[in-house]
Every structure is written in C-alpha cells, then in structure tokens.
C-alpha cells in the first residue's frame, strides 16, 4: 500500500524500517534518503552536494512543533543551505559557519514548512549514483528553499545578526 510521508508528503509503497529520532518520516522516505547518501559516500564526484542533500531532506521533515532539537533542526539546516545556494564558499568554511551558528541555536525560533513541496526525495533516489544525481540534488534543494520563502528574511538576519542576538540572550532559555 503506498503510504504519504508526514514529513516531505513523497508517496512510497509501504515498507517497515527504522527513521529518525526527530526528523519525522515515513520509514520508506528515510530509505530513500540513506540511499542518496550511501551514493554520495562512494563517490568523489557527489561529495559537494552531499550537504544539499542532508540539508535539504532534514528541513522537509520538521518533525514535532514541540520538539525544541527538531526547532533546532530546521532553523541551522535551513541557514546552511541557505549560505550554499546564495553564499557559495568551500565546504571547510561552510562547516566553520555552522559550528559558529551552533552555538546560539538556541535563539532559533519555530519556522513553519510550507504546505506542500515541490520536489521530494522521491523525485531524486531512482537517480542515486547516476549522472543525473547532483543536478536532482540541486533542483531539490532549490525548490525547497524557495518554498521555504516566507522565512528567507529570519534566516538571513539570524546569520548576519545571530551572534550578537544569542549572546545576549544567554541564560534566557
Ligand atoms: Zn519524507
């Protein structure tokens, strides 16, 4: 029986499995991503989307509202797929940002999916390892952000101004 994912709302036929703790899906829609990024391991050639794709799955599935790591999740997530596709640097330097965005991840407030996606992990894992794979990773990403447009401007300001923000903020939460 095909089953839609909580999460991404990709349809999979129904499968038992393990998932995430936080990152609500279907067991199917997390095969599928585990699938991606066992191709991304064994290749050299997919590593420089390999944060796209983690990225770009873990803010489709946003998990509990309630759930202040999956609050957590989506906000440095989306920052980081964010400094990829409009502030392109080294992935070195793209893992120092986050480490830095880490430490006031706290200040990060809920930001809520959009209502539907318009490309999901299902329109990308039948090209796993394929030629096509990075070029799928990227549209998804893309797609994703863009959907995500409401809270372009809080992402961006959270960036530039989360610093400051979040020392302030200390001892707050
Ligand atoms: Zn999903």
Request: net charge negative.
């Amino acid at each position: 029986m095909p089953t839609r994912c909580a999460g991404c709302g990709a349809v999979f036929p129904d499968m038992e499995g393990p998932t995430h703790a936080y990152m609500q899906s279907s067991p199917a829609c997390f095969a599928a991503f585990t699938k991606l990024l066992a191709a991304e391991y064994s290749s050299a050639a997919l590593r420089s989307v390999h944060r796209l794709t983690v990225d770009t799955w873990a803010v489709q599935h946003p998990g509990s509202a309630e759930d202040r790591r999956a609050i957590q999740s989506v906000g440095l997530h989306l920052a980081r797929l964010m400094l990829q596709l409009e502030r392109p640097g080294s992935p070195m330097q793209t893992n120092a940002v986050m480490l830095d965005f880490s430490h006031y991840k706290g200040t990060l407030r809920r930001l809520a999916p959009p209502e539907a996606f318009r490309v999901t992990v299902a329109e990308v894992v039948d090209f796993a390892g394929t030629p096509s794979h990075a070029d799928k990773v990227r549209q998804w990403a893309e797609t994703t952000w863009e959907g995500y447009a409401e809270h372009h401007e809080y992402i961006r300001r959270w960036i530039d101004d989360g610093p400051d923000e979040g020392r302030s903020s200390k001892g707050c939460e």
